[in-house]
């Protein structure tokens, strides 16, 4: 889906900056070669990376340090600090230019040469390619200064080294879009509903969210004011996306118009994520369905019922998954299947599931239905069955003081039943590390009925933003227990009440 043009925010160019630990003590021609092999291994990585890593020289002072980090801190396109020691540089030279850095931050441990040369080996050697104790010397300083960090280890030209840096990089994408990013709110929090509350001030303090509302009455407005022409062209993209399932063609119509409208008010706003809700449409005639998924599917991150929590994360999510196969959309856990040892859940929305995550073979169908729930006329949605392989479910919750990140690995599975009485689309999926244990854990970290899924993230990619993010992280996966899951969840509380700023 393309999701890289429709705004301001993701026109930055993104980069990485790689740095070379060094000092003074080895003489000119040891450090010309650091920097030689420096240069050869950031073109390398970036042949093999998403966006390039730019090498930035061999640093062998506290000024030169400090001054790096504070270039990167101010220059909007570097979107993470990559750091590697060849030689050994000793790290109280790095202590001011560390304490300075703000951005994401990897330690690269690796060492230019894969083996160790039989006949090759002396002193001149190892003094050269010492990054075995210059790495430690690093990892101490930011250890003891208590710097959040990725860690990646092994040879530099191995599939996983640069598989762990590209994935910290999708997280360091994510956090700065996360910190610029912009959450549309028309209308209010469902009533009653606690789950998808939360402290927008806290919010905007750790994630850089701007959350704030817009009148539904100005939604309702710019809906009723556009020309038939402009419909026109919507209806357009509709045919070519999708299977036309009715001959209602003015509801459908009504939809595009909600589209149109909802997505000039975001654009204007800059932003790239919006929430509402059936209890506050106003003048509106339909609860956005087909407009609010065809947007979805263009990036644009929503979740329903005034939940901009998952809205954010969705629109984070997606932006991290920029050119990986798989989709990310809102999805919130509906319904069982309980048979014993094959339980699945069957996840959908009372409209809203992004085409995104449909299985790659069908067209989504346009449908319309009536909606049980808000006193509306029956929305035009889109109908289909979710796409099939592993995934991840994300929920955000408020835990009060502080958010706590859920991630959980699930499968999801070819669809077995075709229910062609129920209204919308779904997804079915098994959680791991079997129904009872992961349910048990998602319900006891309090995670949310609504989550974000995806099938192009991976429970690494969640773990690396929330490192980068600072956030409470809960992961519920293949090796979870339920002991263990109250263990972590009972010292987390303690030790997250204890680092509250
Ligand atoms: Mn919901």
Known sequence: MTQENASGMGRTRNEFWFLAGSQDLYGEEVVRRVGAHAREMAEGLTARLPWPLVFKGVMRS????????????????CKGVVVWMHTFSPSKMWISGLSTLAKPYLHLHTQYERCIPNDGIDMDYMNLHQSAHGDREHGFIAARMGIRRKVAVGYWKDDAVSGDMETWMRAAVGAAFSRSLKVVRFGDNMRQVAVTEGDKIEAQIQFGWEVNTWAVGELAARIDSLKESEVDAQMAVYRERYKFATDDLDTVRY???????????????????????????????????????????????????????????????????????????????????????????????????????????????????????????????????????????????????????????????????????????????RGRPDFRTGTAAWILAGGAHHSVLSYSLTAQHIE????????????????????????QLFIGDIAWRLSAK
């Open 255 to 429: 939809q595009a118009r909600e589209e149109i409208a909802i997505r000039r008010i975001l654009d204007d706003a800059g932003s790239r994520a919006f929430s509402n809700t059936f209890e506050d449409l106003w003048n509106m005639r339909q609860l956005p369905g087909l407009a609010t998924q065809n947007l979805m599917s263009e990036g644009y991150g929503y979740a329903g019922e005034g939940d901009w929590k998952t809205s954010a994360l969705m629109a984070i999510f997606m932006k991290m998954g920029e050119g990986l196969s798989g989709g990310t959309s809102f999805i919130e856990d509906y319904t069982y299947d309980l048979n014993a040892g094959e339980e699945a859940s069957l996840g959908a929305h009372m409209l809203e599931v992004s085409p995104a995550v449909a299985k790659p073979d069908a067209k989504p169908e346009i449908r319309v239905y009536p909606l049980g729930i808000g006193g509306k006329e029956p929305p035009a949605r889109l109908v289909f069955d979710g796409a099939v392989g592993p995934a991840v479910l994300v929920t955000l919750v408020d835990m009060g003081g502080r958010f706590r990140l859920i991630c959980h690995d699930v499968d999801a599975i070819e669809p077995y039943l075709t229910m062609p009485n129920l209204p919308v689309a779904r997804v079915f999926w």
């Open 62 to 77: 506290p000024e030169e340090i400090t001054r790096t980090m504070k270039d990167a801190n101010a220059d909007d396109s």
């Open 464 to 487: 690396d933003w929330a490192e980068i993010m600072g956030v409470e992280y809960v992961h519920i996966g293949e090796d979870t227990t339920i002991s263990g899951l109250k263990q």
